[in-house]
């Protein structure tokens, strides 16, 4: 007899992003003369940059041909594109990270979701409440977080990220083993500093931790003193693994292009308490079940780092912080509390009601899709989290709608 993994029965019954656009869908079926703004899940709405377009153009020519044709390449991503994250996004920052610790992977989603395969089912995980779910959906598949009793799983450190925290969470009182961060922070927007982080580093030492750091969504930090990669700060290479993502900063949430940072000095214990290297397993790992991302993808992210590349996706960057910034004034000009929308394309609005009930308003009043709080756990129950994805013309739109439902 087949059986199957039960702690699939644990989870929620489907997942956030999946369940909204399922209620969008039937909405849209019974109105289907209204016209739905989506500020829900943090998909972008513009064009590829025009020198990854070009990039991509080449590589798909150079496929064409079978003296430049190229087959399966590297798993870990071809060097070009490694050898230009390293120097772009981190030694030209001060840290200290090489090609070689770099993974080039098709997302940050499959990533962040894959890497807990690593660690054994007994690891203590410590999860922020919110928290983008994915995170803490892979670990209930793994069988790693209890029963879900009470709005949360029994078996898991959750790290609340509140008002009085400015939602960065405190260190936790009881032990854990892997600490999941991602600044700026999914959903919240709320972005931590060097300082804050360094607290981090250093519990993560002390008690031979590993973080899990996603910054998925650094390169909408404008403020100059915040850390943009968890590698800014001394010591993190040993305790500390980075996830990024070219879906936000250039567009690539349907071309699909990420990376993982796995330091040489990244290190877990073994079941005797001696230290392993992290990078050797997930090279291991990504060997055995990824085949590496397409070459014109790879070509079309490299180019990114190219002089055109870097000054077309800052304003791409630009244009989605403007949005929020119309966003974070419309909202507040209405008399919510709001966080985000600065340094992040998403605004953490606290609705004053339950989130789905907010949700549903919105969606039946003005038209418009937000992501109710309560779908990343029990702290954002009461909050509703809008994107700034979206054309400015259609967020203008969606504020004078919500303006006029709520004002
Ligand atoms: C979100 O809306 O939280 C993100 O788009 C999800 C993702 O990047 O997978």
């Not at 949005?323 to 974070?328: C, E």
Request: with cysteine.
């Amino acid at each position: 007899m087949i059986t199957i993994n039960e702690h699939y029965l644990k989870l929620q019954s489907s997942y956030l992003f999946s369940n909204i656009a399922g209620r969008v869908a039937a909405f849209q079926q019974a109105n289907p003369d209204r016209e739905v703004i989506r500020l829900g899940i943090g998909d972008v709405t513009r064009a590829l940059p025009a020198a990854c377009i070009d990039a991509f153009h080449r590589a798909v020519d150079e496929m064409a041909v079978d003296s430049t044709f190229r087959g399966y390449g590297p798993e870990q991503g071809y060097e070009f594109l490694r050898e230009a994250i390293a120097e772009n996004d981190f030694q030209a920052r001060g840290a200290d990270i090489s090609a070689d610790e770099i993974f080039v992977s098709d997302g940050a989603k499959c990533d962040t979701g894959n890497i807990q395969e690593l660690f054994d089912t007994g690891t203590r995980i410590a999860i922020p409440d919110p928290v983008y779910p994915v995170y803490l959906d892979t670990n209930v598949m793994a069988g790693r977080t209890g029963k879900f009793a009470d709005d949360r799983y029994q078996g898991v450190v959750y790290l609340d990220s509140t008002v009085e925290n400015n939602y960065v969470p405190d260190l936790p009182s009881e032990p854990v083993d892997l600490i999941y961060l991602c600044f700026p922070n999914n959903p919240t927007g709320s972005t931590i500093t060097k300082d804050q982080l360094k607290a981090w580093v250093d519990f993560a030492k002390d008690t031979k931790a590993l973080i899990l750091f996603d910054a998925a969504y650094e390169a909408f930090i404008r403020d100059d003193s915040l850390p943009h990669s968890i590698y800014e700060i001394d010591g993190a290479k040993e305790v500390a693994i980075e996830f990024r993502s070219f879906s936000k900063n250039a567009g690539f949430t349907g071309t699909r292009c990420a990376y993982t940072v796995v330091p040489r000095e990244c290190r877990a214990f073994d079941s005797r308490g001696d230290k392993q290297a992290v990078h050797p397993l997930w090279n291991r790992r990504q060997c055995t079940k990824f085949n590496g991302v397409s070459y014109p993808v790879q070509r079309a992210a490299a180019a990114v780092y190219s002089e055109q590349g870097q000054a077309q996706s800052k304003a791409l960057v630009d244009y989605y912080l403007d949005n929020a910034a119309l966003i974070r004034k419309a909202v507040a000009d209405l008399g919510y509390d709001c966080a985000g929308g600065t340094n992040s394309p998403y605004i953490w609005i606290l609705g004053q009601r339950d989130s789905w009930e907010f949700f549903d308003e919105l969606l039946n009043s003005a038209g418009v899709v937000c992501t109710p709080g309560a779908g990343f756990g029990k702290c954002g129950q009461g909050y509703i989290r809008l994107s700034a994805f979206n054309s400015h013309e259609n967020v203008e739109k969606a504020m004078e709608r919500i303006r006029l439902a709520l004002g």
